[in-house]
């Protein structure tokens, strides 16, 4: 089973929305978890917007809680999906340097905006554009 580890800056908005995208298109041949860099959000639920967002998109987000990167999560996932450059060199500075491999932009050459403090349309678009990026990830939907 594929193990893959979604990270935005707080857990709260695309990362937690790209682990279930994930989830939804790779189905038992995947685990995905999510994480952020900072704890603000830790143990909370996503933010309500991005979870409007998922429901748009037949997938339920209701369940997340929050939670923050560790270097065991690293270890874990056999890739390390970063939701922006700059989550991508935090991520890369918090590594022991074991797991350089595994690291990598979500969406090659590309950040997917955070929505954060935007408008539903900015939620919405980004989640669209976090779903098509599954493709990338986990080949054609199933079934």
């Known amino acids: 089973m594929r193990k893959i580890l979604t990270v935005c800056l707080g857990n709260y908005c695309r990362s937690p929305f790209a682990q279930v995208a994930l989830t939804r298109r790779g189905g038992a041949a995947v685990t995905v978890r999510s994480a952020g860099l900072i704890g603000k959000w830790q143990d909370q639920p996503a933010n309500p917007s991005m979870i409007n967002a998922a429901r748009r998109l037949g997938l339920d987000l209701t369940h ?3 939670q923050q ?3 065991e999560d690293l270890a874990w996932a056999d890739d390390v999906l970063a939701m922006d450059a700059a989550v991508l060199d935090t991520v890369r500075a918090i590594d022991d ?3 350089t491999h595994k690291l990598r932009l979500y969406l090659p050459g590309r950040d997917v905006p955070d929505p954060m403090s935007q408008d539903e349309t900015a ?4 989640a669209v554009l976090i779903e098509a990026g599954t493709a990338l990830h986990i080949g054609r ?3």
């Open 64 to 66: 997340h809680r929050g």
């Open 123 to 126: 939620f919405n678009d980004c």
């Open 141 to 143: 939907r199933r079934p």
């Open 69 to 71: 990167i560790t270097p």
């Open 97 to 99: 340097g074991h797991n």
